[in-house]
C-alpha cells in the first residue's frame, strides 16, 4: 500500500530558528515528491523533486530528495511567523491519473 | 483568472439531508479532484476525474457521488449527510499527468449535525 509519513506532527521555534521537516515514503513506481505550504486556506505549491540529492531552493526555503532511503526533507532557514502554517507532502500515485498521496502535515508554528 | 473556486466556503447541513458542491476551474485542465481534509489524517481522495464524462473512485468514496457533464465542472454530491462527512472539502485541477502538482479551490467547510 503507498504511504507518505511526515514527521514531527507539530513543532514550535522561535523567530530565526531552522527548522527541518521530514517525509518518507513509499510509492509503487515512484516519480516525484511535492511540498505545499497550507495557512488558513488551500494548500500552495512549494516544490516538486523528482532526482536525488537536487537541492531545490526558493529564498529560505529548500529541499531534498533521497531516493535510496526514500525520503525528503524541507528546511526553513531563518523562520519567520509568516512561515507559521501546515506543511505538506504528497507523491503521486494509482499510474496516469496524477493522484496524489499526502502525509498527514506537520503543523509549523513560529512564535516572535 | 479566477483558477479554481469553490461553492459554497461554508455550510451547516442536518443528518439526512443533501448538498451538492461545485467546483469550476477556468484553466482548461482536464484532470480534477475532491479531497476532503480531517484533523491528523491529511488530505484524503474523495473521486476524481481524468476528463469531460468521466469519473473514477479514489480512497474514500463512500457516501458521496460525483459528475463531470463540463470539462470547467466537477460536481460534488452528499446524498444523506451525516455526521462523519463534517470535514473541509477540496477541490484541485491540474492539466496532465507529471504537472506541477494541483492548483486548489479555497475549500468548503461542511459541519453535519
Known amino acids: 500500500e503507498d504511504k507518505v509519513v511526515q514527521s514531527p506532527l507539530s513543532l514550535v521555534v522561535h523567530e530565526g530558528d531552522t527548522v527541518t521537516l521530514n517525509c518518507s515514503y513509499e510509492?509503487?513506481?515512484?516519480?516525484?515528491l511535492l511540498w505545499y505550504k497550507q495557512e488558513k486556506k488551500a494548500p500552495t505549491f512549494l516544490f516538486m523533486l523528482?532526482?536525488?540529492?537536487i537541492e531545490k531552493k526558493s529564498g529560505r526555503l529548500s529541499s531534498i530528495l533521497d531516493k535510496k532511503e526514500l525520503f525528503s526533507i524541507l528546511n526553513i532557514t531563518a523562520t519567520q511567523t509568516g512561515d507559521s502554517a501546515i506543511y505538506l507532502c504528497?507523491?503521486?500515485?494509482?499510474?496516469?491519473?496524477?493522484?496524489?498521496?499526502f502525509g498527514t502535515g506537520t503543523l509549523l508554528a513560529v512564535q516572535p | 483568472n479566477a483558477g479554481v473556486t469553490q461553492t459554497p466556503k461554508f455550510r451547516v447541513l442536518k443528518t439526512g439531508q443533501s448538498m451538492t458542491l461545485l467546483c469550476a476551474q477556468d484553466?482548461?485542465?482536464?484532470?480534477m479532484y475532491w479531497y476532503r481534509q480531517d484533523p491528523g489524517m491529511g488530505l484524503r481522495l474523495i473521486h476524481y476525474?481524468?476528463?469531460?464524462?468521466?469519473?473514477a473512485k479514489g480512497e474514500v468514496p463512500d457516501g458521496y457521488n460525483v459528475s463531470r457533464l463540463k470539462k470547467q465542472n466537477f460536481l460534488l454530491g452528499l446524498e444523506s449527510a451525516a455526521p462523519s462527512q463534517t470535514s473541509v472539502y477540496f477541490c484541485?485541477?491540474?492539466?496532465?499527468?507529471?504537472?506541477?502538482?494541483?492548483?486548489f479551490g479555497s475549500g468548503t467547510r461542511l459541519t453535519v449535525v
Open positions: 484553466m482548461n485542465h482536464e484532470y
Open positions: 504528497a507523491a503521486p500515485y494509482g499510474g496516469a491519473t496524477n493522484k496524489l498521496i
Open positions: 510509492v509503487t513506481n515512484f516519480r516525484s
Open positions: 484541485a485541477s491540474s492539466p496532465n499527468q507529471g504537472a506541477n502538482g494541483y492548483t
Open positions: 476525474s481524468v476528463g469531460e464524462g468521466t469519473t
Open positions: 523528482t532526482s536525488s540529492g
